[in-house]
């Protein structure tokens, strides 16, 4: 069984900064692709970002890109999200996923989800 533990989340002010760390750990085969996602409240759960399995590459939805950046260490099943000039509309719970396969962008190309994580940015 694989576990899957965020960290990191909190309470910013608009335009402040927080990372969020994730790890994967239990029956761990390989290195897995890993991803981001936020869900706030009323809403559907929506893609924020992704590392592939090595890390040469990342992926970012556009709501993100230039403001957040995902990182992993190298031959580990860990990730950091580092978001850097928060907005209101950031506040969500954050969730990390693992993937067998791809750095996907659809909740269903994860196999395995944290219970994530409360990020509120306030005004």
């Known amino acids: 069984q694989v576990h899957v533990v965020e960290s990191g989340g909190g309470l910013v002010q608009a335009g402040g900064s927080l990372t969020l760390s994730c790890a994967a750990s239990?029956?761990?085969?390989?290195?897995?692709?890993m991803g981001w996602f936020r869900q706030a409240p009323g809403k559907e759960r929506e893609f924020v970002a992704a590392?592939?399995?090595?890390?040469?590459?990342?992926f970012y939805a556009d709501s993100v890109k230039g403001r957040f950046t995902i990182s992993r260490d190298k031959g580990k099943n860990t990730s950091n999200l580092q978001m850097n000039s928060l907005k209101p509309e950031d506040t969500a719970v954050y969730y990390c996923?693992?993937?067998?396969?791809?750095?996907?962008?659809?909740?269903?190309?994860?196999?395995?989800w944290g219970q994530g994580t409360q990020v509120a940015v306030s005004s």
């Open positions: 996923a693992a993937s067998e396969t791809l750095a996907g962008w659809r909740t269903d190309q994860y196999n395995y």
């Open positions: 239990g029956r761990t085969s390989s290195n897995y692709a």
């Open positions: 590392v592939s399995w090595n890390g040469a590459r990342t």
